[in-house]
């Protein structure tokens, strides 16, 4: 009992006494929040703003990160390169920041990169997709940035482990030959699905302005599929499964992220599942006080996707300064590498590139809403 | 030496091995051959799937059939290629939209006598839609007329396709607008609920939810009404060119204006009503295209356009029933196409088929061999 006492008092002793060594004494970790307030997506930019403040006052109600509180510093970067990189300076060379949470958007979130890797400040963007976020144009990682959403093709693999979970041993795979996502979607479902058994019973793609889907839909009625995969935009998946209920195609229809919009024909798509980063259904306790928390913080809103990721993405760079143990973006940035993390999203450890490994919500169709189904990790 | 401009007949086998219409020959029964082969030899397999291939076919053929006599229409009276057209045909679409999603006109009939069966009630309200959108696109298009092509009618014939293609975009662009169309893409409500049935040994109707037993050929109630539309439709302006006065007056603008006009015909009347019975065509056949493939938006009218266009051309540009088989014929090469030899290619199929059958027939399937006139 005693000497732990006095280890835990020669510790805070050590602790001031580096912390009276410095030539500035560190009274606060600083934190920049990079978020497009104006611009395009200016509601993406709120919510992600909102989410990453939250997580940011929960970490200074609970005593802050290293024992200091932490100071966030919120810029708008309106998804747009210019004023992205602007905000970037900014907040490295006059605020000193040694941490960015940002961009939304990938277009904006690459330049602001390149700032992070040359000044050696760790960023983590919350929601962008692209791969050059966290890649250099060689392919090696770029050390200081990471994400915390999942990159595209990665949904086709968790639709591949809940078809197999459903039972399902059969698939047939619609795709948009001329759209990166929708094939990298198709690839990655194909690749694990036959992996883990499933055995594909037809594969025909189709091209952005094509409205008649019925030859397609003729093959599919007649191979007889468990289920199919179109991991397409709102827009075409209206109109195949629309046209697919006129061939008495009843086995239900799979796809990602871009069905996820208010102008999805629910009716046309009733039975249909699709993958996605967060739902506010999710049933797991993280997710209900997070939805609660939110909502009490925020007049009653609903926290959407950029909420919860802004918000993992901020506790994911504070717990990896906690593991690091010291205010400083190098060791932060390899206490990150190897960190695993209890998120809103989903448990998040990093691959090689820098991105998540982690499950995502597949979510059902019905008449009248959308329903949360299940959390699958691939 | 002769300057041959390629106007006298090729007398010797090498002259008209030079001329090399032959390549053009040999490379469409290469073609065909393949396409005949591969479509074949899985139809025998699986006729049934055949069966249903070449009726989602047609039903696509009807629809460019309603497009494109309005652009051979046109094209015969005024030698004018009416580029605007593919966007009549979105108009017609979005009226009947806003007829039925906020005017609830499909409904009229049932909500007046109640009494009625709803199949019945719904059939005349989808009737009445369609007449809708038919007078609307025609108002339209007259108004065009009047506005963008009449005052060029003397210019060089270069201004007015250049107008057509403007007329277009403006109709496309004006669409997009907010408080117009909207630039999003809209779920269209279906006049009247789907019913299918299936063809296996008879005709049983299918129950939402079942399984469709294997070797069964399925239709819909919108492939009836389309097929119905349009062959009613087809009917109806056969009837008016070959059997009524203006009909009669349209052939003779077509032929011969100045003459025509010496005769007492009023020729700008003439072609104000040919542009409104081809429009009035291309709105009826984007409520069927609209109830077909339920999701408009502004810009839907260009692809169908362009293939219509094709099929007028392919029929013989200027010719009525020339329109009517191209449109079967490109329908056919799209669907079966995709079906049996690649969807992706299946666009590149289509217009090889067009190039090489102009190739052959410069003036398209069924057209006249015609002179310039003066």
Redesign the interface.
Known sequence: MKTRHVVSVLFVLALLLSACGGAKPATTVKVAILAPLSGPVPTFGVSTRDGALMAIDEWNAKGGVLGMQIEAIVEDSQCTPDPAVAAANKVVDTDKVHYIVGEVCSKASIPISEIAEAKKVVQISPTSTNANVTLNADGTTKKYVFRACFIDPFQGAVAAAFAVKQGYKTAFVMYD?GNDYVRGLAEAFEGAFTASGGSLVGK????A?D??F???L??V??AKPDMVYLPDY??IV??VM??A????I?MPFMGGDGWDSA?L?KV?ATGGFYTNHYSEQDTRPIVAAFVSGYGAKYAGAVPDALAALAYDATNLLLAAIEKAGADDATKVAAAMEALSYDAVSGTITFDAQHNPIKAAVVLEVTADKIVWVDTVAP | MQTNLGQAAPRTFSERMLRGRWIGKVMLVALLAYAAWAVGRQAVQAPALFMEQVKNGLQLGFVYAMIALGYTMVYGIVRLINFAHGDVFMVGAFVSYFAISRVNLHLWLASLMPGLPEGLSLLVGTVTVILLAMVTCAFLAVVIERVAYKPLRTAPRISALITAIGVSFFLEYFGALDFVFSPDFITYQRPFPVQVWYIKGGIHPLVPGSEVPAGSVLFSNIFIIIALTSIFLLIGLNFIVRRTKVGRAMRAVAYDKPTARLMGINVDGIISITFAIGAALAGAGGVLYAIAFPSIVFWMGIIPGLKAFVAAVLGGIGSIPGAFLGAMIMGQAETLSAAYISTPMRDAIAFAILILVLLVRPTGILGETEREKA
């Open positions: 030959q025909e793609s189709y091209t302005t409205t008649d019925s030859a397609i003729a093959k009625a007649d709102y827009n209206n109109l629309a046209q209920k006129e061939k008495g009843t102008d024909n046309a």
